[in-house]
């Protein structure tokens, strides 16, 4: 049984920082590989952000050098941390687990090697 939970959206003006949190929990012993996607009004779902166990991460085009990505292994959770947000940030962001630690690389942002998803949590930004 696995659970993941994220938290942490909200609204704020462009320019504003956002923290979510994505925490993962499970009674199996074993490391994930975690990333996050989000879906706007009218967009398809997209890969933003993901990491894999052994703390290989990778970004979007869209995000890259705004967010980035922190772990706390003992906790069991992901950080996504957003900064300078812009309106074209605004969705519904979704965290997804993969039980294997070292997935495919160019997998991190495919929904496709994801098999346990939260209900997420928005992000909304304002102009």
């Known amino acids: 049984q696995v659970r993941v939970a994220e938290s942490g959206g909200g609204s704020v003006q462009a320019g504003g920082s956002l923290k979510l949190s994505c925490t993962i929990t499970?009674?199996?012993?074993?490391?994930?590989?975690v990333a996050w996607f989000r879906q706007g009004p009218g967009k398809e779902r997209e890969g933003v952000a993901g990491?894999?166990?052994?703390?290989?991460?990778r970004f979007s085009d869209s995000v890259k050098g705004r967010f980035s990505i922190s772990r706390d292994k003992a906790k069991n959770t992901l950080y996504l941390q957003m900064n300078t947000l812009k309106p074209e940030d605004t969705g519904m962001y979704y965290c997804?687990?993969?039980?294997?630690?070292?997935?495919?690389?160019?997998?991190?942002?495919?929904?496709?090697?994801?098999?346990?998803w939260g209900q997420g949590t928005q992000v909304t930004v304002s102009s």
């Open positions: 499970t009674n199996r012993d074993r490391s994930y590989s």
């Open positions: 997804a687990a993969e039980p294997r630690s070292l997935i495919f690389f160019g997998g991190l942002l495919d929904a496709t090697y994801y098999t346990d």
């Open positions: 990491m894999r166990g052994d703390g290989v991460s």
